[in-house]
């Protein structure tokens, strides 16, 4: 078969012509937090300042309240995506393996979950939490976020298990396993995988939670990186360079766990918009 | 360990009646952490949320919390930011769903075809997609400033603005921006989707369509098209939905101005409880936009299983 040129050189110019809308955005980002203070408007649409800074960075890093976000911020995520990741594998094999009377219903309820507006959560949840002592907390936080994250981590274990065959733990169980020394000495390992997608969904999910960190938190003790971000836009917003670097410290951790979730994007995504 | 074993042991069912009990249960007890959690913070909170919507309660009033009845309803049938905000919904969520659809289909059927460096351009046209919402939208407010950004310049040079001006704040095309952030940062949900379905059709078909002489546009109307049709549905459909829930842009871009022309109703509701403290009327508003949303909803359900009886 011979290929023709023509299409193919169209083919290259319409790929071109996403990766620079996809990147351009982050590309300014970058560009302005590393402009000095001086040529912010004076070169203001240049494509690249005709000196460079790494002042913004330095000062975010040292002046600001930003490293407590960034730490406030690790420490939700990372909770959230633990906690939710070993609740998300357990129902996720429950509703793999078993066939159960109330296997629809929780389906359904799971299904519940991501249909109605978080947003109607917002006031409620804030009047549960206060006498309990959690808002203004990173627990308060960690366990709402957690709770918002379950169903569709489980549907995506879910799918990961399904697609490991049943063979594996019948032949362990003939040889006298319990299904549960099954489950976690032939199963888990094989869905290691899985599980380091799930992590990565929901680390990503949390880091960016914006609403309800809004609602729940105020001051900066207890405050995460989209709060702070958004507080000091509000209070400081002629400091675009330092913005804009806090804003780059920001993509950092979303960035990495994008790279190492990025094989099973196609499978999590599909899991997701099938079922949730 | 499913079906056929659960038969096998009822037929001949010589297991102590303790074990079978602990067998019966087992399912529940692995699912049992996901559903308390999810029954406590999200249940719990969304039937205290509907009995809000009946009582006057504002967090700043220490009186507040008496039932009210259909009082909130009443003020909301006449509330016209409420309309504002309920067209604003409806013109949000379908431009972002019709364009981040478009452009997805596109960019999937682009990358279905194999070139030298696909892997990477497709970890880098994937990429917006990781980025916090909240950053997206700062990101996107401030190519949209024209102090600071390059796009108000830009039209400008065009001959499309009269000056440098920002767009967020002129009430007849605010809405624009956080729709172009949203199609940004949502072109590779559906792309990635799509991409899956592309990839699972068989690709003796186009051959077999090639050889007997079908044009490009032929085989993607006959092949290509029906083979996608389910996934297009449901993608669709609940991104429709998810859009219309989807306030982080709006808060974070506009907050809903200039004079709420890009005011939704969700952050409508965000606005109420956060700014306002009026959890009641909050709930209210919540409660009517859930009730529309559990109409278009339902018909997901439907159609999903349709699809899956069909599959």
């Known amino acids: 078969m011979k290929t023709s040129l023509l299409p193919t050189i169209a083919h290259r110019l319409a790929i071109l012509a996403y990766v620079i809308f996809a990147l351009f955005p982050l590309y300014w980002l970058f560009k302005v937090s590393l402009t000095p203070n001086d040529l912010l408007y004076s070169e203001g649409v240049r494509m690249w300042p005709s000196r460079t800074t790494w002042e913004h960075y330095s000062f975010v890093l040292q002046h600001s309240a930003f490293p407590t976000f960034f730490k406030n911020s690790l420490i939700v995520s990372g909770s959230t995506a633990i906690i939710v990741t070993i609740c998300a594998s357990l129902s996720g094999y429950a509703l793999s393996r078993f066939s159960f009377r109330a296997k629809y219903w929780i389906v359904g309820l799971m299904l519940l979950t991501q249909m109605f507006p978080l947003v109607m959560l917002v006031a409620p949840i804030f009047k549960i939490l206060t006498p309990l002592g959690l808002t203004n907390s990173l627990t308060g936080l960690i366990v709402v976020y957690t709770a918002f994250n379950v169903p569709f981590a489980t549907f995506l274990m879910q799918s990961f298990f399904d697609g490991i065959p049943k063979d594996l733990e019948e032949a362990a169980m003939i040889d006298g396993a319990t299904k549960f020394t099954a489950f976690r000495e032939i199963i888990l390992p094989l869905t290691l995988p899985g599980i380091a997608a799930t992590l990565g969904f929901v680390f990503t999910a949390a880091w960016s939670e914006l609403l309800f960190a809004l609602m729940l938190i105020n001051g900066n003790n207890a405050a995460t990186f989209p709060v702070g971000l958004l507080t000091f836009v509000s209070k400081f917003s002629v400091d675009f360079g330092q913005m804009m670097a806090a804003g780059v410290l920001a993509l950092i951790p979303a960035a990495l766990f994008f790279l190492l979730i990025q094989r099973y994007l196609v499978q999590g995504l599909t899991a997701g918009a099938v079922k949730g | ?311």
């Open chain 2, 1 to 311: 360990m499913s079906m056929t074993a659960d038969v096998y042991d009822r037929r001949q069912d010589r297991r102590p009646w303790l074990k079978r009990l602990a067998d019966a249960s087992e399912p529940y007890l692995y699912s049992a952490p996901a559903l308390i959690l999810i029954i406590v913070v999200m249940l719990v909170p969304l039937v205290v949320g509907i009995s809000y919507a009946f009582r006057d309660i504002q967090l700043l009033n220490p009186f507040s919390g008496g039932f009210i009845g259909l009082e909130h309803f009443e003020t909301l049938s006449k509330d016209r930011a409420f309309y504002t905000a309920l067209k604003n919904t409806l013109w949000w969520t379908g431009a972002s769903v019709f364009l981040q659809f478009g452009f997805g289909l596109i960019l999937a059927l682009l990358l279905d075809k194999p070139f030298m460096g696909r892997g990477i351009v497709q970890a880098l046209v994937f990429l917006p997609w990781a980025v916090p919402s909240f950053l997206a939208g700062l990101n996107w407010a401030w190519l949209f400033n024209p102090v600071i950004g390059p796009i108000p310049h830009w039209l400008f040079d065009l001959g499309l603005m009269s000056q440098p001006g920002n767009i967020l704040s002129d009430p007849q095309y605010a809405m624009w921006g956080p729709i172009i952030a949203n199609v940004w940062w949502g072109i590779p949900f559906f792309a990635i989707t799509l991409l899956a379905a592309l990839q699972s059709i068989p690709r003796d078909l186009y051959e077999a369509a090639s050889i007997d002489g079908a044009s490009w546009f032929q085989r993607f109307w006959s092949i290509t098209l029906p083979f996608l049709a389910p996934t297009i549905a449901i993608t669709v459909l609940l991104r429709t939905v998810w859009i219309s829930n989807f306030a982080d842009l709006i808060v974070v871009m506009t907050g809903g101005g200039p004079a709420d022309r890009t005011q939704i109703v969700a952050s409508y509701i965000f606005t109420q409880a956060f700014k306002a403290l009026d959890f009641g009327y909050a709930s209210a508003i919540a409660l009517v936009l859930l009730v529309l949303l559990l109409a278009y909803s339902m018909l997901i359900i439907l159609l999903r299983q349709t699809l899956l009886n069909k599959g």
